[in-house]
């Protein structure tokens, strides 16, 4: 048994360094540690791939379902649009965004909130003449708080609620959370909007425009192709290759007083037609040598290139499980595959050009692309990215609206009044939802984060596997010599203050699988009620505010916020205090020890 202990030890010990490493996907660690263990001997073949098909896994895949349908019933969109009157003042305009992203992300994923409700802010942002980074970073902490408040709005309840029904026999309803989650969310809302948004102010200094983010105008040209010209009689294609070669690309065409930015690849370059190339000052002249052209001048060629008809740019920004993250951008190949052109990536607010086909992506990474404007959302969504910039409601959206909605409000009703448990009830919306084609067969699992769902899948045998070598014991024992000469509350405010700063540099529900047996361990040895500290983990596990990898929320307002890696902790740690300090109360009057 002491050797099963210090192998999943060790294979713990192992993920969270790779988390904090984060050379690969936490996913993909998760699964490869799983299978460590199965072939080593601590988890049971039988048990290897018992944690896709637990109820926690299933509850978190229909939730991010049903957050893609109320998406889709145009819901969401109309919500975000009632705040247009409060962006007079600062207060009014953090108060109300941040006021509905804790609200949707009380019953929707919280990241799924916060992405539609980020290209209403950047824009009411530029209206209001205010920095984004004033909004976004409050914005995001209150679509965090938000998930406190239900058994639904974030992973962690979930988890907790679910190992609480394993230990207990009896799991946290949909609505035990809101006594104490809605108490943090409530202050932590007030605190943000009235005082929090100040200590950003100096933060992030992200643009709202993309010609304004990016200055393409410095970096578009327009040239000629002189009689002579290496290129004439080339393809498209040919000519967009060599220009490549150069750190440059040809991103549209003038040609008899008619714009394009898109060609059938096997068309011939013709004597005088009019090239707009988008590279940095380095660059520019060794392609217009290359290709043999004569510079007409920069003049104008902003204006040719956004605004060709039917074609312009969007903004869009890389999202956790992106197809982009990770890889180069010259691997992307983005003009023959999606038929659109990169014309610059900006990455904490600082704006990438220069030798741009080596630049790796990251998640929060905020891509300027130009394409067709029908095709460009579609394109956005294939990437797996995250448009900023608002949509229209859709026709038919009220009928869709009060049928989604009163789908959604019946399963939450049928598992608060424990007519059915909460998967199951989740379960049966989901396939109400595909039966009203509100989310179509061919979109059902888009919604998903798969990564979540695979690291939920292989982190639960493991969590178990903890418990069943003894493992949870020996660490236990660690915690228990430090508070066992304290009182009570303290330990549980321990536990409360250690599971948050895990929570920082690690994902939530990975803190949550991990840091609940050790909880009801703890309380067990000090003959105390286990709901507080299960209560407090699943709080703590959720309150990731000092990083922007604490959570994915921080990622990706990281780009369009202009924010950097130390930014998070000027309003992140006051606020955590502040959890604390509300929570710890709270969590003792609604759960006494």
Partial sequence: MIIDQIVILTILAAI??????????????????????????????GDAFSGFSHPATVTVATVLILSRALTNSGVTDLIARAISPATR???????????????MSSFMNNVGALALLMPVAIRSAKQSERPASIILMPMSFASIL?????????????????YRGQVTGTPFKMFDFLPVGGTIALVGCVFVVAIGWR?????????????????????????RVPRGAKIVGMTFAEAEQLASRND??????????????????????????????????EEIDKVITALGLKIVGTEGAKSALLHAEGSGPLEAVVQSGSRLEGRTVESMRFPSRYGVHLLAVS????????????????????????????????????????????????????????????????????????????????????????ITNIVPVRDLYEGIDWPVIVLLGAMIPIGGALE???????????????????????????????????SDILNNAATAVVMAPIAVAVADRLSVN???????????????????????????????GGYKFGDYWRLGLPLEILIVAVGTPAILMVWPL
């Fill in 347 to 434: 990455r904490q607010g600082r704006p990438f050009r220069d030798h741009l086909n080596a630049l790796r992506f990251r998640v929060g990474d905020v891509l300027l692309l130009h394409g067709d404007l029908d095709q460009l959302p579609e394109v956005i969504s294939t990437l797996g990215c995250l448009p900023l910039a608002e949509r229209g409601l859709q026709f038919g959206a009220g009928q869709r609206i009060a049928v989604s909605v009163a789908i959604y409000g019946t399963a939450i009703a049928a598992s608060a009044m424990n007519l059915l448990p909460l998967q199951v009830a989740l379960g049966l919306a989901v396939v109400a939802m595909v």
């Fill in 530 to 560: 286990s709901d507080p500290f299960l209560m407090a983990v699943a709080v703590g596990a959720s309150c990731a505010f000092l990083t922007p990898i604490g959570h994915q929320n921080n990622a990706l307002i990281m780009g369009p």
């Fill in 468 to 502: 069943s070598t003894g493992a949870t014991d020996v660490i236990v024992n660690v915690i228990y010599e430090l508070v066992r000469n304290i009182p009570a509350v303290f330990a549980l405010i321990l536990m409360f203050v250690f599971t948050m700063t895990l």
């Fill in 89 to 103: 003042r600062t207060v009014t305009h953090l108060g109300a965004l941040s006021g509905i992203a804790a609200v």
């Fill in 248 to 281: 440059a690309q040809i991103v549209g065409l003038t040609r008899r007083g008619r714009r394009y930015t898109s060609l059938p690849k096997r068309v011939p370059i013709a004597v005088s037609d009019r090239l707009i190339i988008e590279a940095g000052p």
């Fill in 16 to 45: 969270f360094a790779l988390f904090l490493w984060g050379r690969w996907r936490y996913d993909v660690v998760a699964f490869a540690a799983l299978l460590i263990a199965v072939v080593v001997g601590v988890v049971a073949p």
């Fill in 199 to 223: 200590l950003t102010a100096s933060a992030g200094r992200a643009k709202t425009a993309p010609e304004d983010l990016f200055q393409i105008d410095d970096y578009v040209t327009q040239a």
């Fill in 146 to 162: 938000g998930g406190l408040v239900t058994l639904i709005g974030t992973p962690p309840n979930i988890i907790i609620a679910t």
